[in-house]
């Protein structure tokens, strides 16, 4: 009792106007009284810590700050108001912990943390276990090179449809980043083979610069690669087997048509419209894929014009390939429909 008195009297005086040392001391002591004590503290008791800590924070150095937020940084109850001061400070040795590790962050706190601080804060956001797609938005739009490549990295991070086309865009030019993007588990295919494509293109533009007088052998080598790492992905991809099975059932039903490939292709069911084409045109799966997801302007054409498709039903795919490529295969195929009309 003797000691809590006296602690409650030190409170006082440091709140009341005490020197700078006196304030980091009281502060350390608060901290621990809190750190031990959280299994029994209310929320109301956290509400009061809460605003003991902002008081006593106001206008101490920078190493008192950076110690408080390492030590309330893997709390689970740790008071939300002073995590949050601690995670916007400007200081990255203050901010870094909390961001990194506090749960009591949301996801509204981190998104507005990413849009306004520094890169290094965005690298501690990037570190957290887990994150959500309206995080890595941010992270992978604003994030430097550093940045992008610890969210691509975080097992636990979570990708948009916006998030994954940013990060595949990244990856052209820089393989570290291509290899990260492309390892993860549940990259959608359609980017799986969009972010191939162009790491393909990169590998072999090396290769052929170091050495012009077997560039020939090199493309047919990087093209048997891509090809070999792509037919490994569709044997292990669920979608891409679930996809197979409806379209053959579709088949052998005699659903399939025109009309449902147009559909899958509307609806941007990227494994379901390779595998009807497929089927339809009799050719193998990764021709096809390759010729939606890559820059095949003429094989999408040529395919859908010997099978006797209209020119509408191509048009859905542009949904897939890389969007200059979607550009031109639009216009290819509007002149085309005015030379035969």
Request: aromatic fraction near 6%.
């Amino acid at each position: 009792m003797a000691e809590q008195n006296k602690l409650i009297a030190e409170l006082e005086d440091a709140l009341s106007g005490g020197n700078t040392e006196r304030r980091v001391n009281t502060l350390r002591r608060v901290t621990d009284l809190f750190v031990f004590g959280l299994s029994h503290f209310s929320g109301e008791h956290i509400g009061v810590f809460d605003d003991v800590f902002n008081h006593l924070i106001s206008d101490i150095e920078q190493s008192a700050r950076a110690v408080l937020s390492d030590r309330l940084a893997k709390l689970p109850n740790a008071p939300l108001n002073v995590i949050r001061k601690l995670a916007f400070d400007d200081a990255i040795e203050v901010a870094g912990p909390v961001l990194s590790h506090s749960d009591v962050l949301d996801n509204v706190s981190l998104v507005e943390n990413a849009n306004t601080k520094s890169q290094a804060h965005l690298l501690a956001i990037s570190q957290r276990a887990s994150l959500a797609e309206t995080v890595t938005d941010v992270l992978v739009e604003r994030g430097n090179r550093d940045v992008a490549l610890s969210t691509a990295k975080n097992e636990g991070a979570k990708f948009s449809e916006v998030g994954y086309v940013r990060l595949v865009m990244r990856s052209a030019r820089d393989d570290e980043l291509a290899k990260s993007v492309g390892s993860r588990r549940e990259i959608p295919r359609h980017h799986f083979l969009n972010l191939l494509t162009k790491a393909s293109k990169a590998v072999r533009l090396e290769l052929e610069a170091a050495s012009p007088h077997i560039a020939g052998e090199i493309r047919e080598v990087v093209a048997q690669v891509a090809a070999a790492i792509q037919a490994n992905a569709a044997a292990a991809s669920w979608n891409f087997v679930r996809a197979r099975a409806l379209v053959e059932s579709m088949r052998s039903g005699g659903r399939l048509s025109e009309t449902e490939l147009e559909n899958f292709a509307r609806n941007k069911k990227f494994e379901e419209t390779a595998a009807a084409l497929a089927i339809l045109c009799n050719l193998p799966m990764d021709v096809i894929e390759r010729a939606i997801a890559q820059d095949r302007l003429e094989t999408i054409l040529i395919v859908a014009k010997a099978i006797g498709l209209s020119w509408a039903t191509p048009r859905r795919f542009s949904c897939f390939v890389p969007a200059t490529a979607a550009c031109l295969l639009r216009r290819w195929i509007n002149v085309k429909r005015f030379s035969t009309s």
